[in-house]
């Protein structure tokens, strides 16, 4: 039963998987007991069913009676214990409860720390999970701290270096973000991997740069994203890295050609996905400059209007509560810029 509900799971059946979940739950608590570790990681299952399908307050009141049994039964350092203070956290995020979320991510970092090592890859989850929670709390020196810890743990993670570079340059840690970017074009030299080149572009192209050598990198970095992954359904966010690298390069004439593309395969998957709005702003600066001021801000104006709400306070960027993901985070950094350059002496 319980793989069944697993195949259907992954099968796009959601309903059903619940439907079978519930049945299991019902018979492990009566043949085995409610607090039988079989039963608990059931209880687990159903609680994941319950978020998936949109029940979060059923979803978080019943993972809040797993923790309980499962500290009770397996003890607080136990990996399912750590499991269930990670997912009820995300609970308790989700539920516009961020200081019980953060209190429990910093217990649960704890435990794990002494429990399986500062360098255990749940270790580091639950670090990147925490700092999350430190940017809610407004505690953004914090968390920048934590996801600096996690690169140095796990040097390899560019998504996570792309997620701190993001962060060091939204709240002005500029010294810090030149040797972040530096380093992550540094780690992807040779890379013949799509996703990793195109972020380590992506990251150094968020702040216009001077060095021409590595810019130059940067540039066969993203040119290597697009060919790698030409047949690739993310194509368009290494076309993205491209257009961004090809208008800090001061080649604006291919990166509007390159920027158009994106737009278009943007706009016929999901028109207000935050990569629309990237493209479009760097399209609107590279038309800008190249003295079409009016084609521009129009470009600039159809960006504004389609791009995630800009935060009313920018030290404390959240959406519904959430920090937002670090491409949100570009987005707005890009619209920062093309404000600038565009409104000129009249944008702030």
Known sequence: MNDLADS???????????????????????????????????????????????????????????????RKVLGPEHPDTLGTMNNLADSYAGAGRPDEALKLREEALALSVRARGPRDPFTISVKNNLADSYFVAGRASEAISLLEQVWELKPKGNVALLKLATAQTWFGHDADYEATRSRMVQLAEGTNLAGTAERAAKAYCLRPATNAALLSNVLDLAQRAVEVGKDSQLLPWYQLALGMAEYRSGQHAAAEKTLTIVEQAAGQSDPTHDILGTARLFHAMSVFRQDRLEEGRKLFSQAEAQMPPFPADERNPLIDGQMPNHDVLICWLAYKEAKALIEGPSAP
């Open 8 to 70: 259907y799971e992954k099968a796009g059946h959601q309903e059903q998987a619940l439907a079978l979940r519930e049945q299991l739950l019902a018979l492990r608590r009566k043949v085995l007991g409610p607090e039988h570790p079989d039963t608990l990681g059931v209880m687990n299952n159903v609680a994941d069913s319950y978020a998936g399908a949109g029940r979060q307050e059923d979803a978080l009141k019943l993972r809040e009676q797993v923790l309980e049994l499962r």
